[in-house]
């Protein structure tokens, strides 16, 4: 079954690669790490994202910088990172394993973590979103995309917005032109409404989910700190890329119950839970259903929390999973503790009557991430 259909533009981009074998041999050594939408929390700290994950200290160098928190999936990352450098070398055998995060493609204002991504698929990628110009290594994703689709300030810049301009995360402004797919740049195929549209992250991950199904390679979807409502529910919720990704991926893994694995076209996609192979469950989705504007896996988050007040109405590709698993990972009891002192770490710095300053700030994140790693 083929949940995604080819999107005519993927399949020309791959078509247009100019050594689509060194593409094929690269996918099928890759593994990109997919998952979380939790809790991201969206701060200025020191540092490269890498530098920050591998060694949990943020004043790695002295220039400030935007970075997110990847969440567990972040584990994987760093855990079976190759470098670009030597995996892309000419060679007689196949190139080394290399594990990449689709958050590399778009990249993220502010910070450099863009360079780690695969030249070789960065160029696919360029041209599955019909982007503007060749592919440049040097320039992030999102500059791509502004080039192409122009730099329109955005109104909240330097409120909650970290770039001027609109990202390729988010809903194009009213009347801009080429956003002919119901105000959006890029088409949703999926929908069975034919005007249909999804940003252009959306899009990109799904170009590279193409590229898996095409060509082969492996996709890990770490599902400790997704939001289920957006995957499961027939109500109307806030739509995330996680939550349209899990929902092109879990009919992979439905036809497959009690197994942590499934094929996935040519490639293969593996579940994970805080960077532990597991089996999807309906027991696992409920830990984390609803967004609270705090943590994840704390209270108010599960299915039952939701159900206190109001009964869910599941999709159903919900009653295509396991109600349980006797051998899965459970969610560690440190991972909730730390998501509540989090939670109430921010409580503290939103509602402070004296705003701290931001050395202070970066001080208590820095001591909040420091305590996920433990």
Do not use: C
Not at 346 to 365: H, M, Q, V, Y
């Amino acid at each position: 079954m083929i949940f995604d259909k080819l999107d005519p533009a993927i399949q020309l981009a791959l078509w247009k690669m100019s050594n689509k074998s060194e593409l094929a041999a690269i996918m099928k050594a890759s593994t990109f790490v997919y998952g979380t939408a939790g809790s991201k929390v969206m701060t200025k700290v020191y540092g490269r994202l890498i530098d920050h994950i591998k060694t949990a200290t943020l004043a790695r160098t002295t220039t400030l910088r935007n970075i997110y928190d990847p969440g567990p999936r972040a584990k994987a990352f760093v855990h079976g990172k190759g470098v670009w450098e030597r995996h892309e070398q000419p060679t007689t055998t196949l190139p080394p394993p290399l594990t990449q995060m689709m958050d590399l493609y778009y990249g993220q204002y502010g910070n450099s973590s863009f360079v780690d991504r695969s030249p070789v698929i960065g160029k696919y990628v360029h041209l599955a979103m019909g982007f503007t110009g060749d592919y440049d290594h040097s320039k992030p994703g999102y500059e791509a995309y502004w080039d192409t689709f122009g730099r329109v300030n955005h109104p909240a810049f330097g409120q909650w917005h970290d770039s001027p301009f609109y990202e390729g995360w988010e809903k194009p402004p009213e009347n801009a032109e080429r956003a002919i797919y119901d105000g959006f740049f890029y088409p949703d195929l999926d929908s069975p409404k034919r005007s249909a549209g999804m940003t252009a992250t959306k899009y990109m991950s799904r170009a590279i989910r193409s590229a898996i199904m095409q060509l082969g390679g492996t996709l890990i979807f770490d599902g400790a700190e997704v939001y289920y409502e957006a995957v499961f529910s027939k109500r109307n919720v806030r739509d995330s890329d996680t939550a349209t990704e899990a929902r092109a991926l879990f009919p992979y893994l439905a036809q497959f119950p009690r197994h942590t694995s499934a094929p996935f076209g040519e490639g293969t996609i593996k579940f994970q839970w805080f960077g532990q192979n597991a089996v999807p469950t309906k027991k696992l989705f409920s830990e984390n259903w609803i967004w609270t504007g705090h943590g994840t896996h704390r209270e108010g988050n599960s299915l039952s929390d939701f159900e206190k007040n109001q009964k869910e109405t599941f999709t159903e590709l919900w009653n295509k999973f396991p109600q349980d698993y006797p051998n899965n990972p459970s969610t560690p009891e440190r991972v909730k503790l730390v998501n509540e002192r989090l939670a109430q770490a921010l409580d503290k710095i939103r509602t402070a009557r004296n705003p701290l300053s931001e050395d202070d700030t970066i001080r208590r994140i820095q001591i909040a991430f420091r305590n996920r790693k433990r």
